[in-house]
């Protein structure tokens, strides 16, 4: 990816004139974008790796697999969020790994962190480079090096086990390459998050993550079997069978710990075959309220499609803007995408019973256009976050789950503190909303924010995500549904778990890491 924004270079494209008319008309922009820097340009702070540290860890991952060149450092420099971006535009030094070690193996990632270890180097697991809460900032802690442990080498499908439905990966196989590698096998992993083009299994695993296809397939969690693990004190392989009453389950943690705990380096997970049929169809609901009754009646019905999601009205709206008048202009109010997945027979059934409740719930049909064309350009909104950036327009989403009883007051309050504390900058937002993943018991809500940048935007979006996040806790939901802890949340944790639920992860963390080298200043302190 790109270092100063998110993707590939052909994927950032110019705004729209439907866009950048509703910029001119709500919040007083319009001109050209900023001229972005060249990598070259970029001042780094100076690499504090010495001759002795880099020896030492070319005699474990072996030579040119230790890297401190400019680009290699820059582009390991953080994650993807809206304050990565925006420190990536600021003058003077940016901070960055001191150096870039490679491994090859399992084996190789344990005695790097031996090494780390013994000579006092922090590490930064580095996938896909995707996090969006500081999960790969290079933060030493108290150590005066930092490296980033690139896991691209481990980029194989160990095993597939089509009677039991499951494949082995190294911990750096991308999502793209893992569905390429199942193909020929008939297979698939069926995890579509929205960092799906970039993001790695291992990533998934050390964050919870949730993909579009949720509804169907459920979390990257729950798709889990069996984990390898590298830590400072040794290996771990945990997983023996699908299911098993030896005691507290200890894969749970290591998926979320966001490599604090240690470097997973092979995952197994549940495989499907690839879907013999697709359908797609979209909804239109009155409003929010109708919308997210609908999804609950088709849910706990046990009648959930593959993909099942609905955008607020303000979020319709934006869709709208987007794309034109989606449906030919008969959207009323939000919009709701669903697609089933399987063999054809299976789907007829399925797509029979949810269309039945959901018409009953107030919902109206809109054909397949609407669910087609989101699904073609579910991996382009993070480009439109950047062009927005570029025009001096603040963009940036957090995401939450609660109840389903719960779902109104939280959304209300979440809207609230975010409008009250950017117009009380002088920035007054829109806010938009959308229920991205759904269970019986309730669903996630994803937020998206857009708003003037003031002078400083960096402080801005912080104050709006104190807000956010204390009203989030304060509603009794989810400081994270599926973006991780990293740094950003880690304000809200004890709040979450408990301060008895922090000091139980602190002392696996000085069991597993007691020299305290794994990814400082993530999930917990």
């Known amino acids: 990816m790109v270092w100063d924004a998110w993707g590939i270079p052909a994927g950032h494209q110019p705004l729209s004139a439907q866009i950048r008319g509703l910029l001119a008309q709500v919040f007083g922009i319009s001109g050209d974008p900023v001229v972005r820097r060249d990598e070259g340009d970029v001042p780094l702070r100076e690499s504090a790796l010495t001759p002795a540290q880099r020896d030492g860890l070319v005699a474990v991952v072996g030579v ?10 820059l582009v390991r420099a953080g994650g993807k969020s809206t304050p990565d971006l925006l ?14 070690v490679f491994p090859a193996d399992h084996e190789q990632v344990l005695a790097v962190l031996a090494y780390c270890a013994d000579n006092a180097v922090a590490v930064v697991p580095f996938g896909g480079g995707t ?18 442990l690139d896991l691209r080498r481990l980029d194989r499908l160990h095993a597939v086990d089509p009677v039991s439905g499951t494949a082995t990966f190294g911990a750096g196989v991308t999502g793209p390459r893992a569905e390429e590698l199942l193909a020929a096998h008939g297979l698939s992993l069926g995890h579509f998050p929205q960092s799906f083009e970039f993001a790695s299994i291992g990533g998934f695993a050390a964050t919870r993550s949730s993909g579009q296809a949720s509804a169907g397939y459920g979390r990257f969690d729950d798709m889990v079997q069996r984990l390898r693990i590298a830590t400072p004190s040794g290996d771990l392989e945990l997983g023996h069978a699908p299911a098993s009453a030896a005691g507290p389950d200890l894969r749970e943690l290591f998926v979320g710990s966001e490599g604090a705990f240690g470097v997973l380096t092979e995952v197994t997970v549940r495989v499907r075959p690839r879907p013999e049929t ?22 706990q019905a046990g009648a959930a499609p593959t993909v099942l999601r609905l955008s607020d009205e303000a979020e319709t709206g934006l869709n709208l803007a987007r794309s034109g008048d989606i449906g030919g202009g ?23 019973e949810a269309e039945a409740l959901l018409l009953a719930a107030g919902g109206a ?10 699904e073609h350009g579910r991996f382009a909104a993070p480009y439109l976050r950047d062009a927005l950036l570029d025009l001096g327009v603040l963009c940036e989403t957090l ?25 009380g900058q002088g920035t007054p937002p829109v806010v938009m909303c959308h229920i991205s993943h759904t269970y019986p018991t309730g669903a996630s809500l994803y937020f998206t924010v857009v708003a003037k940048q003031t002078d400083d935007p960096l402080t801005q979006w912080g104050i709006a995500k104190r807000a956010a996040g204390d009203a989030i806790v304060a509603a009794g939901a989810t400081i994270t549904h599926h973006h991780a802890v990293g740094t950003d949340h880690r304000p809200w944790l004890t709040a979450e778990i408990g301060e008895l639920g922090v000091r139980v992860l602190r002392a696996v963390k000085r069991e597993l890491d007691p020299v305290g080298i794994m990814n400082p200043g993530k999930l917990i302190r």
């Open 87 to 100: 420190r990536r535009r600021l003058d003077g030094l940016q901070d960055a790994p001191d150096a870039v």
């Open 330 to 352: 008969s959207v009323q109010g939000c919009l709701a995408i669903t697609t089933f997945e399987g063999t054809r027979a299976h789907i007829e059934r399925r797509v029979a």
């Open 278 to 299: 697709v359908v797609h169809q979209a909804w239109s609901f009155p409003d929010f309220a109708t919308g997210a009754v609908a999804l609950r009646a088709v849910v």
């Open 131 to 148: 996090s969006v809460v500081g999960g790969v900032e290079p933060d030493r802690g108290r150590f005066a090096t930092v490296i980033a």
């Open 365 to 374: 049909a809109l054909g397949s256009a609407p669910a087609e064309q989101w």
């Open 64 to 73: 040119g697999n230790v890297s401190t060149d400019h680009h290699d450092r």
């Open 399 to 423: 995401e939450t789950a609660t109840s389903w009883s719960a779902l109104a007051e939280v959304k209300a309050k979440v809207t609230a503190a975010l409008t009250d504390s950017l117009s």
